[in-house]
């Protein structure tokens, strides 16, 4: 695997991204969520990725995360490297399906913007 | 006012909240909060709100804080009487309107339920 990135002391990303749980899923994709493999959660620790809660509201997630690594881009694609990630991804993915407009580039999670925060 | 809850150290509640931008007023959301108010946050950190982050996706705003007093809704209450935040809410009401389900309760910020949590 891809070593991690450096981190540099006291710098935090924060992120938030949304997603909508496709039809019938709800239940699986909660089941999942009752024990995510810690393989899974490993790699996330070790790619940078801490404070990580995933919300839900009607029929669309939220997830909310921070992020102390120095490339987000390259540590998210290296989580997305790790086989048991894969796999776990095989599992969750069919759970989603993209939030708001049918033209958004991705079949997952899309990224949200800050525009304000309050420390 | 009314005196913030007590604090119990190390004790954090996560918070997510989504609402959509009303037609027309993202330009104005946005310019408000490029200079949000000190007495409004002075008020968010007296009732313990804390690491507050508003991101923005497509028309949907989505709102992450952590709270650390003891009753949320209590101080939550509080906030909303703060004279400066009263007037505050006049401008951001409008911006805004409810996320998702027509028969939504509120007319503004929903809250979602968090279901997982990587610390």
């Avoid at 239940?27 to 009752?34: A, C, I, N, T």
């Avoid at 493999?37 to 939220?62: C, H, K, M, R, S």
């Amino acid at each position: 695997m891809t070593a991690p990135t450096p981190r540099l002391p006291g710098q935090v990303e924060r992120h938030a991204a949304i997603v909508d749980l496709a039809p019938g899923m709800r239940r699986e994709y909660f089941r999942l969520h009752e024990h995510v493999w810690p393989e899974v959660t490993a790699a996330l620790t070790q790619y940078g990725i801490t404070n990580y809660t995933i919300f839900v509201i009607d029929d669309t997630l939220i997830a909310y995360y921070e992020y102390v690594g120095t490339d987000h881009a390259a540590d998210l694609a290296a989580i997305d490297q790790d086989p048991v990630t894969q796999r776990w991804l095989s599992l969750t993915g069919p759970c989603q399906r993209p939030f708001g407009r049918a033209d958004a580039a991705t079949d997952g999670w899309r990224d949200a913007r800050e525009i304000w925060h309050l420390a």
